[in-house]
């Protein structure tokens, strides 16, 4: 059974940095599409950033573009979410997600889901 597993989650201030990992296990995600997701309170749940599944191609969200970074380490079967210069409105659960799509940036598209990571910035 495939399983994604976040972590890093944490309270920072504002303008304070954090990285998110997520873990895979089951399979392997080096030939998946991955992305990052958040959902604020009363919020739908909205893009961040995702991987091609060659891992070639990287698309983020007009709001965190230039302060968080996507990457991955297939060796470990991980990816991460570098996050900087955070701002309150970066308050929200990050879920990690997998796609069977060469890329994917909507949540309909993604297969496989972790359980999520609080992530709380203060003003």
């Known amino acids: 059974q495939a399983l994604l597993v976040e972590s890093g989650g944490g309270l920072v201030q504002a303008g304070g940095s954090l990285r998110l990992s997520c873990a895979a296990s089951?399979?392997?995600?080096?030939?998946?599409?991955m992305g990052w997701f958040r959902q604020a309170p009363g919020k739908e749940r909205e893009f961040v950033a995702a991987?091609?599944?060659?891992?070639?191609?990287?698309y983020y969200a007009d709001s965190v573009k230039g302060r968080f970074t996507i990457s991955r380490d297939n060796a470990k079967n991980t990816v991460y979410l570098q996050m900087n210069s955070l701002h309150p409105e970066d308050t929200a659960v990050y879920y990690c997600?997998?796609?069977?799509?060469?890329?994917?940036?909507?949540?309909?598209?993604?297969?496989?889901w972790g359980q999520g990571t609080q992530v709380t910035v203060s003003s």
């Open positions: 997600a997998a796609s069977y799509a060469p890329i994917a940036t909507t949540s309909a598209d993604y297969n496989y």
């Open positions: 991987f091609s599944w060659n891992g070639v191609n990287t």
């Open positions: 089951g399979r392997t995600f080096s030939s998946y599409a």
